[in-house]
């Protein structure tokens, strides 16, 4: 509401301070042209080093995903050491105990 009470004011002072900058905006625009073979320079160079790291940053999210994979895996299967543990246990017994089989013949 405020922003629509303040807009006649906020249009007259852009026009004024904009018509008293004209003649500002005019004198550096010659400037302005002498900087543009430096910034063209600079894009270059952003391009260039845009494209040499931009890879190397994509093989290092590739490795860390990776990892990360690979500790959420183990973080899911540590706690399930002790069963697996104790299933070897019961499985070594069994297999101690049982008959070996009759297959092999003489």
């Known amino acids: 509401m405020i922003s629509l009470l303040t ?27 002498l900087f543009i073979p ?3 320079l600079r894009l270059v160079f952003k391009a260039a080093l845009a494209l ?3 890879p190397l940053v994509f093989m290092a999210v590739v490795v860390a995903l990776g990892i990360a994979f690979v500790v959420l ?9 002790p069963l697996a543990f104790i299933a ?3 499985w070594a017994v069994i297999h101690v105990a049982s008959r070996p089989s009759s ?3 003489t």
Not at 12 to 20: A, N, R, T
Not at 73 to 81: E, H, K, R
């Open 52 to 54: 040499i790291v931009a």
């Open 88 to 90: 070897f246990c019961v």
């Open 103 to 105: 297959l092999v013949r």
């Open 7 to 33: 807009l006649p004011f906020r249009i007259l002072f852009g026009i004024v301070f904009g018509l008293l900058a004209l003649p500002i905006a005019l004198l550096a625009i010659p400037i302005a042209l």
């Open 38 to 40: 430096f910034m063209l």
């Open 73 to 81: 895996c183990l973080s899911l299967l540590v706690p399930l050491l």
